[in-house]
């Protein structure tokens, strides 16, 4: 569906150059939400704005939908982003039109359908996006979560197959968040649309990211399945973003106890099995837990526990659960 | 006007006064709203043609820029005298109301357009953006977004414009316009006739007042921040 090959970008800053991106290979597949992750400055925003041309590449092609962006002419790249819908960080909605003309505001540029025909499908999209008797408000009126569905609705108008996601959760709180990223996730469901979005924050991307690329100075370091790159990171920077995110299970490390300390990893319905018990028993192996979580990474739910192991026989413990399909990891202390 | 009121206006012959009224009301419509005209595109290139902007065009930009800093350095009175062949080219004459339109609207414009310009700068770039993102043409965005946006803006650069205006038409009368200020120079000032001068400059202050309200009132009602 988009695919950029050797993406380079480079800005002129007072008498020097400035490489935003050095060098970026991704493919997102149709009907995936790709994530791109890495904090401020790691060329995140710019690499978003390579997919419907709003900054062009210095070097490297883009191609969407089987097409060479660079190769359009005005009239094509416009065409191209109405194929593309985009919401952002700070909504950039029209502050002097209503909720429903903002809405329309795509449908109206592109001048194909009668004014009936816009307003209508406006309303529907509005209805879509839980905001219809909001319609005829300003956005100065609303929430940020409600100016987010705006957002949202504006960006379908033109019945896109790709959406560009800014940023689109950073200026709202996390209960918004939620519920922003949870229609997200209902759109790419309902209407496959394809989901490109851009965050610096791992929570999004564990709710709602199909595959994910951590960048960092304007490289792709780490790229892969979302419960993969999440559960096993191995870049640094990848480590640091979880750790930031709270996800990190970090305890273990430094503690005091006896015995070895490992790290256990479920994954899927293995996570609610009552392994721990059961192997403990059976082996004679006595447990503390160090540290622990349960949670999600979209719909895959997963577990990961850090034990100290004392008595019995460890070693066969520890087999029981790699032959259980648990990841096992040993950590020095 | 009763007896007392006559003799404190002794000099003040209200017929003239109603004259004079008229003229400036006149020279101001006119020259705002051909001002409006002139500036409004003027300064929505300024704008486009800036750095960084849609249709940056480092060279146009200098040279508009150039051209309205020129004009805008001209003192309104010397810009009145110089004018006179260009007047008389435009509008057939040199003198009276239509004489002073076309020098007040060549120096209010160019400062009207810089307001305009800083009225666009305001835009959210963001909504820009996102115009761009939805596939608008350069043309869309100018008309369907930015303009908009920047109504309130605009609607209070016209504001200072036409008061500004105001003061400039007091000047008109070098070149035989009249108007208000034209009789507070004449009467009041040369003749000494401070009657005049009182009820002269009474009078615009009212104006202004009146215009600031206008304007007021049009951006509170195009504002939806």
Known sequence: MIELSDIHKTYRAGSGEVAALRGIDLRVAAGEVFGVIGQSGAGKSSLIRMINLLERPTAGRVTVDGVDAASLDAAGLRGLRRRIGMIFQHFNLLSSKTVVENVAFPLQLEGRLSREDIRARALALLDRVDLADQADKYPAQLSGGQKQRVGVARALACEPKILLCDEATSALDPETTRQVLRLLRELNGELGLTIVLITHEMDVIRRVCDRVAVLEAGRVVEQGVVADVFLSPRHATTRRLIEEGGDADDAGAGGPGAGRTVRLTYRGETTYAPLLGRIARETGVDYSILGGRVAHIRDLPYGQLTLALVGGDVDAALAQFAAAGVAVEEIDR | ?225
């Open chain 2, 1 to 225: 006007m009763s007896a007392a009121g006559s003799a404190l206006f002794a000099n003040v012959d209200w017929a003239e006064i109603g004259r004079a009224g008229v003229d400036t009301l006149a020279m101001l419509g006119g020259s705002l709203v051909l001002t409006v005209a002139v500036g409004l595109p003027l300064g929505v290139l300024l704008f486009l043609t800036g750095r960084g902007q849609l249709l940056a065009q480092p060279l146009a930009h200098g040279l508009l820029s150039v051209l309205v800093n020129v004009l805008r350095s001209v003192p309104f009175i010397i810009l009145l005298i110089v004018m006179i062949p260009v007047t008389v080219v435009l509008v057939g004459t040199s003198l009276g109301v239509p004489g002073a339109i076309p020098p007040l609207v060549v120096g209010a414009a160019p400062f009207f357009a810089r307001l305009v310009e800083s009225a666009l700068r305001e835009v959210d770039r963001g909504v820009i953006e996102a115009a761009q993102a939805m596939g608008a043409s350069p043309r869309q965005i100018v008309f369907d977004a930015l303009l908009p946006e920047a109504t309130p803006g605009i609607l209070a650069a016209a504001t200072v414009t036409a008061i500004a205006l105001v003061s400039y038409t007091a000047m008109a009368g070098v070149v035989g316009a009249g108007g208000l200020g034209d009789l507070a120079v004449r009467f009041g000032y040369q003749r000494f006739q401070t009657d005049v001068m009182v009820v002269t400059v009474a009078l615009l202050l009212v104006l202004v007042q009146v215009l600031q309200m206008i304007g007021d009132r049009a951006v509170a009602h195009f504002s939806r921040r």
